[in-house]
T-cell receptor
Framework: NAGVTQTPKFRILKIGQSMTLQCTQD?????MYWYRQDPGMGLKLIYY???????DKGEVPNGYNVSRSTTEDFPLRLELAAPSQTSVYFC????????????FGDGTRLSIL | AQTVTQSQPEMSVQEAETVTLSCTYD???????LFWYKQPPSRQMILVIR??????QNATENRFSVNFQKAAKSFSLKISDSQLGDAAMYFC?????????????FGTGTRLQVTL
């Protein structure tokens, strides 16, 4: 059981480039989340999804887009990379019930130069 | 808006000793859960323990226990018999039953060092 898988693990982008961070989970979870973690800080929510076809903005959505065409996949897209988007990105999922813990991927370290 | 505050950026404990990490939160909700997550250098986010707001009994998981003071909005984590493998960042997090995907709100974390 792989859980939540994120790819790539590391990436360096140039300013203005675009890329997609991939996230897939094999637990049949309806809820999925994207967070960013800046150095010395906690995680901040970028976008979340409550099921296939349904997404919504979190705390810091500017500069990002998401889609949820299947239950398993929840990709995060950066359209015009900016240095302020240098961060570690985590994808998470959970089953129904607000008391259920979120399961996290291993993160993607993204540097924009 | 809900906020989670961890006032100790760093803590240190000797192996086999006990340490307590502090967390306070602010909310107007009555139905919520509190979590402690551990993030070792490998970067994984690992659930340590969780507490339901309606339960008066403090949660325990082996060497980890919490002191949940609902009126004071305090949720501290106690690690007993500390081990080298406990060295990590620890994040306190809050989730309320608001019907909007029940997002987690994280504190800024406490870095725990374990010394011999």
């Amino acid at each position: 059981n792989a859980g939540v898988t994120q790819t790539p693990k590391f990436r360096i982008l140039k300013i203005g480039q675009s890329m997609t961070l991939q996230c897939t989970q094999d637990m049949n979870h309806n809820y999925m989340y994207w967070y960013r973690q800046d150095p010395g800080m906690g995680l901040k929510l970028i976008y979340y999804s409550v099921g296939a076809g349904i997404t919504d903005k979190g705390e810091v959505p500017n500069g990002y887009n998401v889609s949820r065409s299947t239950t398993e996949d929840f990709p995060l897209r950066l359209e015009l990379a900016a240095p302020s988007q240098t961060s570690v990105y985590f994808c998470a999922s959970r089953t129904t019930g607000f008391n259920q813990p979120q399961h996290f991927g291993d993160g993607t370290r993204l540097s924009i130069l | 808006a809900q906020t989670v505050t961890q006032s100790q950026p760093e803590m240190s404990v000797q192996e086999a000793e006990t340490v307590t990490l502090s967390c306070t939160y602010d909310t107007s909700e009555s139905d919520y859960y509190l979590f402690w997550y551990k993030q070792p250098p490998s970067r994984q986010m690992i659930l340590v323990i969780r507490q339901e707001a309606y339960k008066q009994q403090n949660a325990t998981e082996n060497r980890f226990s919490v002191n949940f003071q609902k009126a004071a909005k305090s949720f501290s984590l106690k690690i007993s018999d500390s081990q080298l493998g406990d060295a990590a960042m620890y994040f306190c997090a809050y989730s309320a039953n608001t019907g909007t995907a029940s997002k987690l709100t994280f504190g800024t974390g406490t870095r725990l060092q374990v010394t011999l």
